[in-house]
């Protein structure tokens, strides 16, 4: 077989469905950089070799793919720009990672030993811990996006869809090129590439690289400085080889650096909860006790940029320890509100945000014989993430009370310097290592039978350190040591960590320290009989082992002692195992009204393991697996001589366990529910006159969860009137019955009539002691609240329906001259960003468009560009992240970016 059956199957479908169209070498074959391909018609993408070509239109499954021209003339350059190209996706960047949504099913559970939904590939290999979508895509043969459970061939763990990212590979011949890009807010931009042949046929190097830098979009106030901005470069080299002509291999190594002051999140959004001015026909004469009585932030809705109310200080537990500190009277936010809008903050503290990440892979393809293939792919990952952030984004308009142990209200905090006001700042560490490994053997028969098998094995190890860090929690570990030093390893005080680093040995901060190890083994494999011509039949299978195993190191905030033992147990272990697969059928009729059709059906069972909760109050110590029985019917379509191809799929899913996590007193846990999605999608492209090119997507989505019930921070009574809630020492919350809390704020405030009582009369600091059970003959017995009925809710990020619409129109100004007009509209529907379905919750539905003009020298190969990215300036709210109640419950957006306009320059060699 000659060395070119490397380009059989190539197509900008993903390696998955290349392999159900054309069985024989279709893994492989789905990431080599020798396939010629091209686009004819009206968007059909068309794979040459030596024996047979294979078509998008011609692979059973619903996907989307993108080409290099796409991506570029589509403006696809991040992870944030996908979804305005794939019908029912949605795509937010939160702080411990992006949550890619497919068809209503996403990664709502944020735990260190929880897995994403969607699989983001690297060339076919997993990345567990991506930066890949934080660089820009370049350099790219293809981006591939399959929607609905894989892994009978592809993808581990992914119940929602797989993104796979194919970097070009080396060529046979030499070609290079640059391009510069210079945008508004400084960007500048720049992208090279050359592919240089050492041995003709036998060994050709890649390099290529990108660079990025520009300006923040955020404007602080306090010092006129802009942040948010961009500083990293990625750099990819690829060695291809081709040592005999049935044995060839690549190694690619790429690096991504990035150095900044990027925001993780935008500020903290919040309609404020001012406390009940009465209860239960108590008035609440008292700001220190209605503080106690205010759960921070209202169940209302966030309207983007304008809501710029402050939670009551008392009601977060950096605000509340500057009062129990003598720092604070009281609310230090009271009568003031945020700057407006998102770009505009006040903070004393520039953010810094470092992230990393190389990735040295491999793969070997050896023919052992005219029809058998067999295929190696291994890659080494490490990567780290490193970020520190003022939370609040705000600077308080009241300074701290001058006290003895600090005079003028200047607490100089070891970690963070010295302040005379609130502050709180955040800090997550993201360490990571992985190895992976995938054999598989493919066949190419020429009778009706063929299969692919494999196996792979993943050992991945993440330690993930997030700290929550005040100076009104050192100034109150210093008034609880009555200002005395504190050693270490000594138990009888909080021990003050005099050390500026952020992760150390003190008490005087919060830390969540989560060392986590996972061991993946597979099996998998796919049998395909031509029961016809016409008609092929698909089954296949896949068996999954995963065990995980998270150190259980408790939190230590302003207890006394020093450091981080582990507790009891030392380590929390689980092992998830699971059989899935699928089976289905497609038929090509020949049909007179269409130039080619095709129709399948597919049965498919998706798994996502199960994970660990750490050791947590009326939390379960794991959380389940997920599964999903999904259907999906489809047909692809070439019609008018290829100038249209039309696409339609539909599906129902029959969820079990969708897992979601949430903070509780800082720390997240994760909990399960089951749900059914449906939809409908369409794709097409068409070319109605020459130079003219229309591309469209639509989807429409019906989620709804069938059952479960969860604590909803926002909403812990449930709307019962006989429930109040109240704040604990650590600014924590409990449930109690309302009357019983109104007898004891009238013996708190003296109230007429009210008793009085040694202890609790005239001091609103006994209310630190309702939630841990001291006053429960009093008829105040806590509970954490009423859980919400989350039946008929729908899963949060899944719009009911999202569209877009792409027009671009070529003409020739010369012989040699021509230009290119192109314009992209996106939209989606509302959604919801919790379970809940809260006001709280609601993420209002938003558009993006974008217009550009480019200008082609053919002979030169030159192209001049102007484009703009988001004309409308939409900074849409795409999702957030809640924190829990010792913060406020204050929600913290994450954003668009707003108008981009640019010039960019491309020449090739």
């Not at 030596?50 to 239109?57: A, P």
């Not at 983001?120 to 990345?127: E, L, T």
């Not at 990625?234 to 291809?240: E, K, M, V």
């Not at 001259?817 to 509302?830: A, I, K, N, V």
């Given at each position: 077989?000659?060395?070119?059956i490397r380009?059989?199957?190539?197509?900008?479908a993903?390696?998955?469905t290349?392999m159900?169209?054309c069985?024989a070498?279709?893994?492989?074959?789905?990431e080599?950089?020798n396939?010629?391909?091209?686009?004819?018609?009206?968007?059909?993408i068309v794979?040459?070799a030596?024996?047979?070509?294979?078509?998008?239109?011609n692979?059973?499954i619903?996907?989307?793919?993108?080409?290099?021209?796409?991506?570029?003339a589509q403006k696809?350059e991040?992870g944030?720009d996908?979804?305005t190209g794939v019908?029912?996706?949605t795509?937010a960047?939160?702080q411990?990672?992006d949550?890619v949504?497919?068809?209503g099913?996403?990664?709502?559970?944020?735990?260190?030993?929880s897995?994403?939904?969607t699989?983001?590939?690297?060339?076919?290999?997993?990345?567990?811990?991506?930066?890949?979508f934080q660089m820009?895509l370049?350099?790219?043969?293809?981006?591939?996006?399959?929607?609905?459970?894989?892994?009978t061939?592809?993808?581990?763990n992914?119940t929602g869809?797989?993104?796979n990212?194919?970097?070009?590979r080396?060529?046979d011949d030499?070609?290079?090129?640059l391009?510069?890009?210079?945008?508004?807010?400084g960007?500048?931009?720049f992208?090279g590439?050359v592919?240089?042949?050492?041995a003709?046929?036998v060994?050709s190097l890649?390099l290529a690289t990108?660079?990025?830098?520009?300006n923040g979009?955020?404007?602080?106030?306090?010092?006129?400085?802009?942040?948010?901005?961009?500083?990293m470069y990625?750099?990819?080299?690829?060695?291809?080889f081709?040592?005999?002509e049935?044995?060839?291999?690549y190694?690619?190594?790429q690096r991504?650096r990035?150095?900044?002051?990027?925001?993780?999140?935008?500020?903290?959004v919040?309609?404020a909860?001012?406390?009940?001015?009465?209860?239960?026909?108590?008035?609440?004469?008292?700001?220190?006790?209605?503080?106690?009585?205010?759960?921070g932030?209202?169940?209302?809705?966030?309207?983007p940029?304008?809501?710029t109310a402050?939670?009551?200080?008392?009601?977060?537990?950096?605000?509340?320890?500057?009062y129990?500190?003598?720092l604070?009277?009281?609310?230090?936010f009271?009568?003031q509100?945020?700057?407006?809008?998102?770009?505009?903050v006040a903070?004393?503290?520039?953010?810094?945000?470092v992230?990393?990440?190389?990735?040295?892979q491999?793969?070997?393809?050896?023919?052992?014989?005219?029809?058998?293939r067999v295929?190696?792919?291994?890659?080494?990952?490490?990567?780290?993430?490193a970020?520190?952030?003022?939370?609040?984004?705000v600077?308080p308009?009241?300074?701290?009370?001058?006290t003895a142990?600090?005079?003028?209200g200047?607490?100089?905090?070891?970690?963070?310097?010295?302040?005379?006001?609130?502050?709180?700042l955040?800090?997550n560490d993201r360490?990571s290592?992985q190895?992976?490994?995938?054999?598989?053997v493919?066949s190419s028969f020429s009778?009706?039978?063929?299969?692919s098998?494999?196996g792979?094995?993943?050992d991945?190890?993440?330690?993930q350190?997030?700290?929550?860090?005040?100076?009104?929690l050192?100034?109150?570990?210093n008034v609880?040591?009555g200002?005395?030093?504190?050693a270490?390893?000594n138990?009888?005080?909080?021990?003050?960590?005099p050390?500026s680093?952020l992760?150390g040995?003190?008490?005087?901060?919060?830390l969540?320290?989560?060392?986590?190890?996972?061991?993946s083994?597979?099996g998998?494999?796919e049998l395909y009989?031509?029961?016809?011509?016409?008609?092929k039949?698909?089954?296949?299978a896949r068996?999954?082992k995963?065990d995980?195993?998270?150190d259980?190191i408790?939190?230590?905030l302003l207890?006394?002692?020093?450091?981080?033992p582990?507790?009891v147990?030392?380590?929390?272990?689980?092992?998830?195992?699971?059989?899935?697969?699928?089976?289905?059928?497609?038929w090509k009729p020949?049909l007179?009204?269409?130039d080619?059709?095709l129709?399948?059906?597919?049965?498919?069972?998706g798994?996502?393991?199960?994970?660990?909760?750490p050791?947590?109050?009326?939390?379960?110590a794991t959380?389940a697996?997920?599964?999903?029985n999904?259907l999906e019917?489809?047909?692809k379509n070439?019609l008018?001589?290829g100038a249209?191809s039309?696409?339609a799929?539909?599906?129902?899913?029959?969820?079990?366990?969708?897992?979601?996590?949430?903070?509780?007193?800082r720390?997240?846990?994760?909990e399960?529910?089951?749900?059914?999605?449906?939809g409908?999608?369409l794709e097409?492209?068409?070319?109605?006159?020459d130079?003219?090119?229309?591309n469209?997507?639509?989807?429409l989505?019906?989620?709804?969860?069938?059952n479960?019930?969860?604590l909803?921070?926002?909403?812990?009574?449930q709307?019962?009137?006989?429930l109040a809630?109240v704040?604990?020492?650590?600014?924590?919350?409990?449930?109690v019955?309302?009357?019983?809390?109104?007898?004891?704020?009238?013996?708190?405030?003296?109230?007429?009539?009210?008793?009085e009582v040694?202890g609790?009369s005239?001091?609103?600091?006994?209310?630190?002691?309702i939630?841990?059970?001291?006053?429960a003959?009093m008829g105040l017995v806590?509970?954490?609240?009423?859980?919400?009925?989350l039946?008929?809710?729908k899963l949060?990020?899944?719009?009911d329906?999202?569209?877009s619409?792409?027009?671009?129109?070529?003409?020739?100004?010369s012989d040699s001259?021509?230009?290119?007009?192109?314009?992209?509209?996106?939209?989606?529907?509302?959604s919801?960003?919790?379970?809940?379905?809260?006001?709280?919750?609601?993420?209002?539905?938003?558009?993006?468009?974008n217009?550009?003009l480019?200008?082609?020298?053919?002979?030169?190969?030159l192209?001049?560009?102007?484009y703009?990215k988001?004309?409308?300036?939409?900074?849409?709210?795409t999702?957030?992240?809640?924190?829990?109640?010792?913060?406020?419950?204050?929600?913290?957006a994450?954003?668009r970016?707003p108008?981009?306009y640019?010039?960019?320059?491309?020449?090739?060699?």
């Open positions: 077989m000659n060395i070119s380009k059989i199957c190539l197509s900008s993903s390696a998955a290349i159900v169209a069985p070498f279709g893994y492989q074959a789905a080599d950089a396939a010629s391909a091209e686009t004819v018609g009206a968007g059909d794979v040459t030596q024996r047979r070509e294979e078509s998008l239109q692979v059973p619903a996907v989307s793919a993108f080409g290099t021209e796409t991506l570029k696809i991040g944030l996908i979804q019908p029912n996706m795509f960047q939160g411990r990672g949550n949504t497919i068809r099913i996403g990664t709502k559970a944020f735990s260190g030993s897995d994403s939904a699989g983001v590939h690297f060339a076919g290999a997993p990345v567990t811990d991506n930066r890949l820009d370049y350099d790219v043969q293809r981006l591939e996006v399959l929607r609905g459970p894989q892994g061939l592809y993808g581990r992914a869809g797989v993104i990212v194919i970097p070009a080396p060529t030499f070609e290079a090129s391009n510069a890009e210079f945008t508004n807010h960007g500048r931009k992208r590439m592919n240089i042949p050492l003709r046929d060994l890649r990108s660079m990025f830098d520009r979009y955020v404007r602080n106030l306090m010092n006129g400085d802009t942040i948010d901005g961009r500083s990625s750099f990819r080299a690829t060695l291809g081709t040592p005999t049935r044995l060839s291999g190694f690619t190594w991504f990035e150095d900044d002051d990027r925001l993780t999140t935008g500020k903290g919040c309609a909860d001012p406390g009940p001015a009465s209860l239960g026909g108590v008035d609440i004469t008292n700001p220190i006790v209605r503080g106690l009585l205010s759960q932030c209202a169940n209302e809705v966030l309207t940029g304008k809501a402050l939670p009551n200080s008392l009601a977060t537990f950096f605000g509340l320890a500057a129990r500190a003598g604070a009277s009281g609310d230090v009271v009568g509100t945020q700057i407006p809008g998102f770009d505009q903070t004393p503290v520039t953010p810094a945000y992230a990393q990440q190389d990735i040295y491999g793969g070997l393809t050896w023919d052992a014989t005219d029809s058998i295929e190696y792919l291994g890659s080494y990952q490490t990567g780290r993430t970020s520190r952030q003022d939370a609040l984004l600077y308009e009241i300074a701290f009370n001058s142990l600090y005079p003028g200047i607490v100089n905090d070891p970690q963070l310097g010295a302040y005379d006001r609130l502050m709180y955040n800090s360490t290592k190895h992976f490994h995938e054999l598989r493919a009778g009706p039978f063929n299969f098998i494999g792979n094995y993943l991945y190890r993440l330690v350190a997030a700290g929550n860090y005040s100076h009104t050192t100034a109150f570990a609880a040591n200002g005395a030093s504190c270490i390893g138990n009888s005080c909080i021990y003050i960590d050390d680093s992760m040995q003190g008490h005087n901060y919060f969540s320290y989560q060392p986590y190890r996972l061991h083994y597979a998998f494999g009989f031509e029961l016809s011509d016409t008609v039949l698909t089954a296949g068996y999954t995963d995980k195993r998270l259980n408790p939190a230590r207890t006394p002692g020093s450091g981080y582990a507790g147990p030392a380590a929390l272990k689980a092992s998830f195992e699971a059989f899935t697969g699928r089976i289905g059928i497609d020949e007179s009204w269409t080619s059709t129709v399948y059906a597919f049965a498919s069972r798994y996502k393991g199960g994970g660990l909760n050791v947590t109050p009326d939390v379960g959380f697996p997920e599964y999903v999904a019917i489809g047909t070439t008018l001589n249209l039309l696409n799929s539909a599906f129902y899913y029959d969820y079990k366990d969708y897992q979601i996590s949430k903070f509780v007193n720390v997240n846990v994760t399960n529910v089951d749900a059914r999605v449906m409908l999608e097409a492209v068409a070319r109605p006159l130079g003219l090119r229309l469209f997507t639509g989807g989505l019906d989620s709804k969860i069938k479960g019930t969860s909803d921070l926002f909403d812990r009574t709307g019962d009137a006989d809630i704040k604990n020492g650590s600014a924590s919350v409990c449930v019955p309302k009357a019983a809390l109104a007898d004891f704020v009238a013996i708190v405030q003296r109230s007429n009539g009210a008793p040694a609790i005239g001091n609103p600091n006994s209310m630190f002691n939630c841990g059970g001291t006053y003959s806590p509970t954490q609240g009423a859980p919400a009925n039946a008929g809710n949060p990020n899944a719009p329906w999202t569209v619409f792409g027009a671009e129109y070529r003409w020739n100004l001259w021509s230009t290119t007009l192109r314009g992209d509209y996106y939209r989606q529907g509302s919801f960003a919790r379970p809940y379905n809260a006001a709280v919750d609601y993420l209002p539905a938003w558009e993006n468009l217009l550009s480019k200008f082609t020298q053919e002979e030169m190969m192209d001049v560009e102007f703009v988001n004309v409308t300036n939409n900074r849409a709210t999702d957030y992240l809640y924190n829990d109640d010792s913060i406020g419950l204050t929600a913290r994450f954003l970016e108008r981009i640019a010039i960019s320059i491309s020449k090739a060699f």
